[in-house]
């Protein structure tokens, strides 16, 4: 009983700890702001080549407007 109210704190203990154990980016603001930079853009070219393969970056060609179409 002893050892598992001991692991149970320790879990707690642990747990609560704000961040990582190894952190994603540099502590130095420079090279951390030039990481956080390449990560937005890999972000930005992930999401175009989403829209790409899904043909949402195509023109619309349907016209707001009915058209006839034929010889009035």
């Given at each position: 009983m002893?050892?598992?109210?001991?692991?149970?704190?320790?879990?707690?203990?642990?747990s609560s700890n704000?961040?990582?154990?190894?952190p994603i980016?540099?502590?130095?603001?420079?090279?951390r702001a030039r990481q956080l930079i390449y990560?937005?853009?890999?972000?930005?070219?992930m999401r175009e080549e989403w829209h790409r393969f899904w043909?949402?970056?195509m023109p619309d060609h349907m016209s707001p407007i009915r058209t006839?179409?034929?010889?009035?």
């Open positions: 002893r050892r598992l109210i001991v692991a149970t704190l320790l879990a707690i203990a642990l704000v961040g990582c154990f190894l980016y540099e502590a130095h603001p420079a090279i990560t937005s853009d890999n972000l930005r070219a043909f949402l970056d006839h179409g034929g010889i009035i």
